[in-house]
């Protein structure tokens, strides 16, 4: 029970930590007018194992707030799910599916092209081409977590920009499920046949429509029953375990967690008890998506910025190359759809955070020998760079506009 | 990040049928007129590795199953702690007290001379005498816990018997830690001092002391700025940062984790920011305590019950008989305050369960070697038993009487 001594409190030292951490800097950041997350994401540098060393990097804590942060994240996947309106998604689908498509095609090749023509000299001519393939990957990924709570913060969700760049930022899972697949194909040493790439989209698109359809006949129904137990908390409850039983099972299907959060979220607004899910879900996502944010954030090895370092200059021009293409690729995105009316800088701006999904893809690169530490750097370096900016940039750019009437949080 | 594939997926749908499980149990326990507990209790014997096997009782699922338990217990004794009036606790003062050393002195003689003389059969004339000590020790517990889920789903934690259960069992987890202490010691072949048990026992009354003298002058003041911040759910989740902060605390003090985190409720019940903490941990606690009571549930071995294994009828009759014992003795100290009014049979059986906290003194004795295999298996059977009996009969003796008006916690 108690087999390691202290190892649960030095847990909770850590938790406390990182929740105190999280509130001060989040004040801080809206202080000065910037939004909360960008708080957080900072507070997780200064308490990561680079900076003041209270998160570790591995061991014991290290996997359980790995397991918390994942559930902040699918908490808070599963509210934008809640959130989302399918007919109100549906009309901007078309716009959706273009900015998402063109802000994967874009950037990777962006990301390929200037990995294998500047010169870094970070690995040898034969492993170049591979590497510059996950260069390009991890440039085409968006972190919806990141923008969904600038947006969140701003009581912007629901307005017409909101919902082309959170249902471009889904597409993009579904995309990044597929290149991910590829990649770690390549990452293996194989060849990854287009049947087999087609399949993997297919199910990622599937699983989504499936549940949907089927969750929003079943889950009315169901709980109007729940609605009438008489045990305490079941409605909220219930809701959180369809939550993470959607999720794992997105996962065995061959999709990702945050789908299925995201899908059980979509399926949980048809039902009568909406309010009271929104309600009493919130608390909870309050305490774990910190957690998230915060651990993205302890990601970064601040030494990376030090040019002072052997290489550190070039590392960190490279990087800046790199991060500009970032922002670039995924900004054009947004002005690739003529047909519809809508501020296309900041739906560009909203799909460049590459927050958590950058740092998979870095990870799988790293892991398999393709990626050197130096170009792992750099991929962590644009993470944190395009992480960093989008939030303060979509601050300013939804500044002068009043927020949309429907369906925003309250303060 | 993802290093072993479907690890999260598992988990999450071990949450899932947690949680699930949980609520349909919960609410079969509602509607036979049985505290919801109950059913939580079941559902982990039923969820456990010995019954369907959704819960594994080791790996990284269990680890992190455990570490969310835990979160649980303690949210649950903040949740306490804010509930807790010291003014109204102090007026019951010596009742509790007394209740809770004849509720240690009558089960540990009772353990010990019961193990020291029945033929059982399970160890060596050498370790007897220690394994009585064990014995005895695992009957002191009392599971503050889940004597205090039944009050609060009766609400009768404001009644003055609800008081009284509360106090000694907070001095019980006092008296615990020293027996803890001096058991151990014996565990490890040592033999512990007068002296250091004495320094043990003050340090885990100073920690309650100083903690609730500092904090109540601290906290007010610290959350009137608290409620100024402009940052979302600053209060609730800064509330649990001092729930978990103190509950570490607590631990590396000397003291017990859950007592670091009702001194957090007391000390935080005393703000202007309380029916805010209130209202927004109450949400966190309805997901996470669940966790605790199934946990807690799934470490019996249903094939304990098989009075057909070998040995299995004798060993169900040694464990009943200890039961009983482990019952008359907490029930005893009920009727062991002469000076004041109260219902003694009530307070006696709130005193009965010991929930988590006998089971951790089974496993260090088990650890140790000290207690056998089957003298683990009656010790586990004796607090499963206590356990399970104390929530129907808590209910049917406070069935007649109405809730007290004060304090009481919401349907």
Same mark, same amino acid.
């Given at each position: 029970m108690d087999a390691a001594p202290h190892a649960v409190s030095t847990f909770l030292f850590v938790l406390a930590g990182i929740l105190l951490g999280a509130k001060l800097l989040g004040e801080l950041a809206e202080r000065i007018g910037q939004p909360a997350v960008l708080g957080e994401l900072l507070a997780g540098v200064l308490l990561g194992s680079s900076a003041l &060393? *209270? +998160?570790?990097?591995? &061991?014991p804590t290290a996997d359980v707030l790995a397991i918390l942060a994942e559930l902040g994240v699918l908490v808070l996947l599963f509210e934008i799910g809640l959130e989302t309106d399918l007919r109100e998604m549906r009309k901007v689908g078309a716009s959706a599916m273009t900015v998402a498509a063109v802000g994967v095609v874009l950037p990777f090749l962006g990301g390929y092209l200037y990995w294998s023509h500047i010169p870094h000299g970070t690995e040898s001519p034969d492993t170049l081409h591979a590497a510059a393939i996950f260069i390009g990957a991890a440039l085409c990924a968006t972190s919806v977590g990141i923008t969904a709570r600038v947006l969140s913060d701003l009581a912007r969700l629901g307005s017409i920009e909101g919902r082309i760049i959170i249902g471009a930022a889904v597409i993009d899972d579904v995309l990044g499920l597929v290149i991910l697949t590829v990649v770690s194909g390549i990452a293996a040493g194989g060849v990854v046949s287009p049947l087999v790439t087609g399949k993997i989209f297919a199910v990622a698109v599937g699983f989504l429509v499936v549940a949907i359809a089927v969750g929003g006949w079943v889950a009315p129904r169901m709980f109007r029953s729940v609605a009438r137990m008489?045990?305490? $908390?079941?409605v909220p409850v219930l809701a959180l375990a369809i939550c993470f039983a959607l999720a794992a099972l997105a996962d065995r299907a061959g999709s990702a967690l945050i789908m299925g959060a995201f899908a059980a979220g979509v399926i949980l607004a048809r039902t009568d008890q909406y309010h009271a899910i929104v309600e009493r879900v919130r608390p909870v996502g309050a305490l774990l998506t910190p957690i998230f944010f915060v651990s993205v954030g302890s990601a *970064?090895? +601040? $030494? *990376? *910025?030090?040019?002072?370092?052997?290489g550190g200059a070039k590392l960190l021009l490279v990087a800046f190359g790199l991060t500009v293409l970032a922002i670039l690729g995924k900004v054009a995105a947004g002005f690739s759809v003529p047909w519809a009316r809508f501020r296309r800088l900041a739906v560009g701006v909203g799909m460049v955070p590459r927050g958590e999904v950058g740092l998979i893809f870095a990870d799988i690169g790293r892991r398999s020998g393709l990626l050197t530490d130096d170009a792992f750097s750099v991929v962590l370096l644009m993470v944190m760079g395009t992480t960093f900016v989008a939030p303060p940039l979509l601050k300013l750019l939804f500044r002068d506009h009043p927020p949309a009437p429907a369906a925003e949080q309250p303060a």
């Open positions: &060393g *209270l +998160i570790p990097a591995s &061991g008489k045990v305490q $908390h079941a *970064l090895d +601040i $030494h *990376l *910025l030090d040019p002072t370092r052997p």
